[in-house]
């Protein structure tokens, strides 16, 4: 369907014309498919739209080049259309590659930077610097429901206080979209780009306590909300409502989210004799073939069975979610997978018990507890961002939770290298072996289990390798091919990791390590085939 734009898209770019903005919408509102229309508009002439999941770079990639013809990719993923430069007009990039053409350490020349301490660092960045700037769901990355630090958050706020400042002298704009930022995180947001940036937000009366807000009201959903939590983890719930689950599939379609890989397998196994093919399992550990296969099969499927992966810009299309508790704003882009574009007189969300171990903390139980409060109180409107007849908006429980977060010390030393004009990339790389990512608390690693290619990060390859992963060998990629670490490599790789799994920056630099010793782009971790069960994922995570 071709795209059409709303009154935000319209606002966004009036303000544009002037200042940054921030648009909050509501989930299937449009602000992904809206940005190669506002590109247009305000005659730019390429978009660099950056995005915190690969999932989401393949969908707006595909969506490109649907619907415009032209596109091309800024991110590790083995597709044709690679601009690593972001010299293309219609450029969609991974926020990690984002980062590191930004602060000088440009991944198509990472090994060689790494050993040299130079590279092209200022033609990405030329090119970031003609171009419409987008962090298109900002919520995953700045995680406001982490009262701790966070990498991401941090280079959020460093990244928009440098771009804010030198979009005043040079000719580029920056948009920050997002459904679900509590307000005081978009206050600290919007204070981050100044001199100047606006908010665009489609509601009535959100966001009370900001000025330099604009709201339009062009947003209504005839969708009632039915919500329900309940004290028991998805493997029970599962086992004693399945009649349920099996009438709801029949003529609708059910979503069940979990929090970790082995529970969304679990989940998986338990349904698969009663569904089928009729079932489709998502979660960021099945290979790049895998993933996309089963991407393509959820329109079609009666059961997705997921994990966090889905909850952003994946088109479920849902009438039931079951999911693990989780922060709001986790739970709200969940449920924002339902009722997108079929006619649902009511939505459906189940709302358990976290598990043991999850990823979340407390913050899921602080949820859970809250949600069954509101829901047994009068119900939850989890898509617009004001009240509406089903209840309370999420946005008035994420900001009751998600307010509360400190920053990492090293923010505005990431401001000072991306505005300096004279760089020491020395001092960049130092940066980056303390850091281990700009974005992210554990850096990611290619694993090769037979033919299947998947990414995962250090700190869950650490662990895989005490639960008894083997490893074949690991091999350094380069430009024009492939070079095979020596065994006493390897093997001393192999054990960092052991010795680092609580520390990943401790992991991380062995990894850069090896980096600027082979001058290598990446490594690629190789495991036996049989590791890999096909359309499942990795055996170790069942351990």
Partial sequence: MPFKPKAAHEEAVRLLEESNVVMVAPTSYGKSKGVPYMQDRLKLPRSVHSMPLRSLVISQYNFLLREYGEACHASGLQLEGK?????????????????????????????????????HYEYPRANLFSSLVVFDEAHLLSEPWSGGESAGRDFLHASLEALGALSQGLRFKVLVATATLPEVELKKIVKKMKPKAEVVAVCKGCYGGLRNIK??????????????????????????????????????????????????????????????????????????????????????????????????????????????????????????????????????VTVLAPSKGDPYGDASEKAFKTVKEVAEGGGIEWRELDDTQSGKTFLSLINALESNFKPYQTKSTITKIITTPLPNIKGIKELLDELCSFVRDSALIELRAGEERLEVSLSWLAGALKRGLE????????????????????????????????????????YSTLLEKYGALSLAVEVPADEYRKGWGMRVDLR
């Fill in 83 to 119: 601009c690593p430069y972001f010299g293309g007009k219609r450029v969609v990039s991974t926020v990690d590659y984002l980062s590191l053409n930004l602060l000088r350490l440009p991944p198509a020349e990472l090994g060689w930077a790494l050993k040299y301490s130079y590279g």
């Fill in 215 to 348: 709201r339009v009201n062009d947003f209504s959903s005839d969708v009632r909300w039915e919500t329900e939590a309940e004290g028991v983890t998805l493997l029970n719930y599962l086992q004693s409502e399945l009649k349920r689950v099996e009438d709801e599939a029949s003529s609708g379609k059910v979503l069940i989210v979990a929090n970790t890989v082995k529970e969304a397998i679990k989940a998986a196994e338990l349904l698969r004799p009663y569904f089928g093919s009729d079932l489709v399992l998502v979660h960021g550990r099945l290979s790049e073939e895998d993933k996309k296969n089963s991407v393509n099969k959820i329109e079609k499927a009666k059961v997705v069975v997921s994990t966090q992966v889905i909850e952003a810009g994946v088109d479920v299309d849902a009438t039931w979610l079951i999911t693990e508790a989780a922060p709001v704003s986790s739970l709200a882009q969940r449920a924002g997978r339902l009722c997108r574009s079929r006619d649902c007189d009511v939505a459906k």
């Fill in 471 to 510: 490893v074949s060998g690991v091999k350094a990629v380069k430009f024009g091919g492939e070079e095979p670490l020596s065994e006493g490599d390897v093997s001393n790789f192999l054990k960092r990791l052991v010795k680092a799994k609580n520390s990943p920056k401790a992991s991380c630099r062995a």
